[in-house]
């Protein structure tokens, strides 16, 4: 059975830090990635990251703030969020892909991931 399990949000103030884990099992993934969700808005990507090699992608509003890592040993994938701002406010959540076969490929289209986490509120308050 897969399951992704985020945990890490909060509510914080802008300029703060957060780092989001997320807690993957029942298979093997590939591309796995990073999403949120204001109210009323659609899904957006935030973050993504290949299995290997290091391969990495942000939206723009995020680069230079955010770092998406993984460790594959344990099964985990992280967001650490520098510098937020209250427009980062949002669910987010945790996604995997297992059908690329790629070590190197990064995924950021919300249609390539079929699996999904529930989702942590992060507040970020100005």
């Known amino acids: 059975q897969v399951q992704l399990v985020e945990s890490g949000g909060g509510l914080v103030q802008a300029g703060d830090s957060l780092r989001l884990s997320c807690a993957a099992s029942?298979?093997?993934?590939?591309?796995m990635g990073w999403f949120r969700q204001a109210p009323g808005m659609e899904r957006e990507f935030v973050a993504a990251i290949s299995r290997s090699h290091g391969n990495t992608y942000y939206t723009d509003s995020v680069k230079g703030r955010f770092t998406i890592s993984r460790d594959n040993a344990k099964n985990m994938v992280y967001l650490q969020m520098n510098s937020l701002k209250p427009e980062d406010t949002a669910v987010y959540f945790c996604?995997?892909?297992?059908?690329?076969?790629?070590?190197?490929?990064?995924?950021?289209?919300?249609?390539?991931?079929?699996?999904w986490g529930q989702g942590t509120q992060v507040t970020v308050s100005s």
């Open positions: 029942g298979r093997t993934f590939y591309a």
């Open positions: 996604a995997a892909e297992h059908l690329s076969g790629s070590i190197r490929y990064v995924a950021f289209r919300v249609e390539e991931y079929p699996f």
